[in-house]
């Protein structure tokens, strides 16, 4: 059965590629398009692995972790590892804190290493 990702972006074009990268090296991918959707698909669980973007319309990356801390998901999610165009900043710190396993920085990779770093969670 192929790994589940949540793919948690408010950048159609991101969002479109990420996902593309992903069902082609055969995930099973969802994705969301706001903090708020995010958010309720978080708390449903499941998901082996979620792409967290940290700029959200709604509610955003860090806002969508504080609330994990208050209420649980449903079902267990793997790792949360956050999306960001932001290059050493305290809310990555933050994010970290509170339960995110690791920061990707959208502009300084390409789609093979945003695969290999996906995967490098995965196992």
Same mark, same amino acid.
């Given at each position: 059965?192929?790994?589940?990702?949540?793919?948690?972006?408010?950048?159609?074009?991101?969002?479109?590629?990420?996902?593309?990268?992903?069902?082609?090296?055969?995930?099973?991918?969802?994705?969301?398009?706001?903090?708020?959707?995010?958010?309720?698909?978080i708390?449903? @669980?499941?998901?082996?692995?979620?792409?967290?973007?940290v $700029?959200? %319309?709604?509610?955003?990356?860090?806002?969508?972790?504080? *609330? +994990?801390e208050?209420?649980?998901?449903?079902?267990k999610?793997?790792?949360?590892?956050?999306?960001?165009?932001?290059?050493?900043?305290?809310?990555?710190?933050?994010?970290?804190?509170? @339960?995110?396993?690791a920061?990707?920085?959208?502009?300084? $990779?390409? %789609?093979?290493?945003?695969?290999?770093?996906?995967?490098? *969670? +995965?196992?």
């Amino acid at each position: 059965m192929a790994q589940k990702i949540l793919l948690v972006d408010d950048d159609q074009y991101i969002r479109e590629l990420y996902e593309e990268v992903l069902k082609n090296a055969g995930f099973e991918v969802e994705t969301a398009v706001d903090g708020k959707e995010g958010f309720e698909k978080i708390k449903a @669980g499941g998901y082996d692995l979620i792409l967290l973007d940290v $700029m959200l %319309p709604y509610l955003d990356g860090i806002g969508i972790l504080k *609330k +994990l801390e208050e209420e649980k998901p449903k079902s267990k999610n793997g790792p949360i590892m956050l999306l960001t165009n932001l290059a050493s900043d305290p809310v990555i710190q933050e994010a970290i804190q509170k @339960g995110a396993v690791a920061c990707l920085n959208k502009a300084e $990779m390409n %789609p093979d290493e945003f695969l290999k770093k996906v995967k490098e *969670k +995965l196992n």
